[in-house]
């Protein structure tokens, strides 16, 4: 018997299918019935079926330190995550809500600045940010909006609560993933699809499409859309090259792009064509050699000036960033209180402020309990978990955050929810996290589901793809 | 279409036109070896004057042995066209250019690679050569069948046609070449070059045929036994057959004139077409026809460097 479910260790942390021995919760019933009909063999055949899929859909990833190897397979756990669609309706308005707020936010930091002179938010935590672009200040953008695609990373705490642990809003990854795993899933599980309504994701290309194109100068129809990648060598080329093609869009690189009387054109076999959106993927730095970093090749010389007259749009807008920093992530809250005269519906992960007197004394006293982040980083790169630390390691975040206490955060140590995920001695729990895609422009757009990241190894908090993480597919289901 | 796509697209063509046609003629020199008297002098490094790359050959290699050449020409990747090469090269040109090409053709360069991959050391011995190299020229077949039924016929497609035709029209003229090469009673022939006995010349043209899967083509054709100067008008002038010379040249032409600004090109290669046409191939097989031949490639090179002033030196 390939499930074991008796045996399924469960401590005290959220299982999002198992909930008490070899019982499963109420949206992952029929999934557990389905699983323990197939036999070891049928498992077997489902993994080489998924195996063969992602090997000739070539769906890979890049890890750079990875040397040689620019094309990774996709790692997927063939067991979908499934989440009941009532709990998830609440956290969609929480996103929309949450995105709202942020976008509000940016908006002001660059134009009015009413939440810092109402003394909300200090206005050196934004000015001191790495993320805040003084280039940005007085331009005003269709629908006011500046972070227009958002990956929202949520986890489960122990109580199966929503949390949220960060917003992506520069240039956020993984929603191809997203729609390759279903893909991948629908090959390898079809029978699993006919015992559930399983909300489809087929409609994201689109969705991100209208808002693009939404957002066009002069409200064009059918403007010229493009995503601007930084080429093959960048860890997510694929999901560029892939959102292109779904989208129907060129797929630019910084060399592809010329800049002649303060517009945008693109290098054809016809000749120069005008560009109306850009999608781009690449870091604010690197935009724009006359503006940014000048050694840029990335980027083309002259788009800022194209971008502040109006002439072209840019998405996510230069500047967004600003919001993404984990320090502003602390204030989401109190923003969203601030704009919308609402209460959060989904919490923040309780968060101390390095850079606070008294929060900054818990924290350099108890790390050896709490995860600290720096506040600019994506990737999983540069944390400390403190629980699972050395002492060396303590020490040396100690001096980093006596040194530059503005650059971190700490929050207490969340044990992730976790999912069943077949390992070579069967099914056991792995920590998992939810990244789902929110788009806004006039109108707001969340994916049912996300995608699920699952920490591979045994007791591991760490599921970003490119330290060695996996994924699941995420249902969002009627029960 | 952005400048960079469509270059990658010609090659990602061309690329493939290689490997597949790198795997026909490797397939049947095999096969002529075994109709062949033993002793003749026909040798294995027929194969690597037909890709033109004995320089090269040279460098890497000490003897023109069966193992060494059927490595240099499959698995070597030190030799950029060699199979593995070339459909290396053309999933990486399809990876970057993703966005346009329909999904399934992907995934059918990305497989074919894969599969030549895991096979390749069978395609090196004698015995599983023939069942791998015929799995790359089904895997490309399949893959020009794949964009031909789901490709829009838009620019992007034409100029991976145009690769595809160029590539073939060139390896179209290095087979009559050797044919040709094989037949030249000229004294200035060394011992190192192969030199087939009159006897067998049938056999030769045959085989050239076959690998150009134009036996049966040319057979309800030219209802003749096969003989070397009607082989070679066919596949030089032949309108309807997909792998004569003259038909790759009309592809291509036509393909030119749909794109923008490609006019001169295409009369550039109406030129070529003429002087086809004109040519007194029904004469003999000697060293005017191999000079033919040889003014011909250089032709098709100018075209190469045309289309690349053109589209892709923006």
């Known amino acids: 018997m390939q499930f074991n479910w008796d045996k399924y260790p469960l401590e005290n942390i959220f299982d999002e299918t198992i909930s008490s021995p070899s019982n499963a919760r109420a949206p992952s019933r029929k999934l557990l019935k389905n699983l323990n009909r197939l036999s070891e063999s049928d498992v077997k055949e489902r993994l080489e079926a998924s195996d063969t899929a992602i090997k000739t859909m070539g769906i890979s990833f890049t890890v750079y330190s990875d040397s040689g190897n620019i094309d990774r397979q996709w790692p997927l756990d063939i067991i979908p995550r499934i989440i009941s669609n009532k709990e998830w309706q609440r956290v969609d308005l929480g996103l929309v809500q949450r995105l709202t707020a942020l976008n509000l936010f940016i908006n002001d930091v660059y134009n009015d600045k009413k939440i810092f002179k109402d003394k909300v938010i200090p206005l050196e935590l934004v000015l001191g940010s790495p993320g805040y672009r003084k280039e940005c200040e007085g331009v005003s953008l269709p629908f006011n909006t500046w972070a227009h695609i958002c990956g929202t990373d949520l986890i489960r705490d122990a109580k199966g609560k929503f949390l949220v642990l960060e917003d992506n809003l520069r240039i956020p990854s993984g929603v191809s993933y997203m729609l390759e795993n279903r893909r991948v899933t629908k090959r390898v599980l079809p029978e699993l699809f006919e015992s559930y309504d399983v909300q489809h994701l087929r409609d994201y290309p689109n969705q991100l499409l209208d808002t693009l194109s939404s957002i066009a100068p002069m409200k064009k129809k059918n403007p010229e859309v493009v995503v601007l990648t930084p080429g093959i060598f960048n860890s997510a080329y694929f999901e560029h090259s892939y959102l292109a093609q779904q989208m129907g869009a060129e797929l630019v690189e910084g060399s592809d792009l010329v800049i002649d009387k303060d517009k945008v054109y693109m290098k054809t076999v016809a000749g120069l064509r005008k560009v109306d959106v850009i999608y781009r993927r690449v870091d604010d730095l690197y935009l724009d050699p006359e503006v940014f970093n000048e050694d840029s090749l990335l980027g083309v010389k002259g788009l800022m000036r194209a971008w502040r007259k109006g002439n072209v749009s840019i998405a996510n807008a230069p500047g967004a960033g600003v919001a993404d920093d984990k320090v502003i992530y602390t204030y989401v809250p109190k923003m969203i209180k601030y704009y919308l005269d609402e209460d959060p519906i989904l919490d923040n992960v309780e968060s101390y402020l390095c850079s606070e007197r008294q929060q900054y004394n818990y924290v350099i006293n108890n790390l050896h309990n709490l995860v600290v982040k720096p506040a600019n980083e994506s990737g999983g790169y540069g944390m ?6 050395s002492k060396s390691e303590i020490n040396k975040f100690k001096k980093l955050i006596k040194k530059n206490g503005r650059n971190y955060i700490a929050q207490p140590l969340i044990s992730l929810s976790t999912c069943p995920v077949i390992t070579s001695s069967g099914a056991k729990p792995r920590h998992i996290d939810l990244r789902p895609f929110i788009l806004q422009s006039n109108n707001s757009y969340v994916t049912p589901g996300g995608l699920t990241r699952v920490a591979m190894k045994k007791g591991s908090y760490v599921v970003n793809s490119s330290q060695g993480g996996g994924s699941k597919d995420t249902w969002v289901v009627d029960t | 279409m952005l400048s960079r796509v469509a270059h990658r697209l010609y090659w990602l063509a061309r690329y493939i036109e290689r490997a597949e046609n790198t795997s026909r003629i490797i397939n049947v020199n095999s096969n002529l070896l075994f109709d062949l008297p033993t002793g003749s002098r026909v040798s294995w490094k027929t194969l690597i004057d037909i890709t033109g790359s004995e320089e090269l050959y040279k460098q890497l290699y000490s003897t023109f042995d069966e193992r060494s050449i059927m490595k240099y020409l499959i698995s070597d990747s030190r030799n950029p066209s060699s199979i593995i090469c070339c459909l290396q090269m053309a999933r990486e040109n399809a990876r970057t250019t993703r966005e346009i090409l329909p999904a399934e053709c992907w995934e059918k360069i990305n497989e074919t690679y894969h599969i030549a991959i895991e096979d390749i050391a069978g395609g090196i011995g004698r015995k599983n050569r023939y069942e791998s190299l015929q799995k790359i020229i089904y895997g490309c077949q399949l893959l020009v069948g794949l964009l031909s039924g789901t490709m829009s016929n838009n620019a992007a497609y034409d100029f991976m046609r145009i690769g595809r035709n160029l590539e073939r029209a060139d390896m179209g003229t290095r087979l009559i070449d050797m044919g040709c090469m094989n037949f030249l009673t000229d004294s200035s022939l060394t011992d190192d070059e192969s030199h087939i006995p009159d006897l067998y010349q049938p056999i030769l043209w045959m085989n050239i045929l076959i690998s150009l899967s134009a036996f049966q083509m040319y ?20 309108n309807d057959f997909p792998r004569a010379v003259m ?35 029904k004469v003999n097989i000697d060293k005017k026809l191999h000079e033919f031949i040889d003014d011909l490639q250089i032709r098709f090179i100018k075209i190469d460097d045309n289309i690349n002033a053109q589209w892709f030196l923006v």
């Open chain 1, 384 to 389: 400390l978990i403190g629980p699972q630390a």
């Open chain 2, 219 to 238: 057979r309800q054709h030219v209802r003749e036994r096969v003989n070397g100067i009607d082989v070679v008008n066919y596949l030089l002038k032949d």
């Open chain 2, 247 to 281: 038909h790759c040249l009309n592809q291509i032409q036509e393909c030119l004139e749909k794109l923008p600004d490609g006019i001169h090109i295409a009369m550039e290669v109406e030129k070529i077409k003429r002087s086809i046409t004109r040519a007194k191939t």
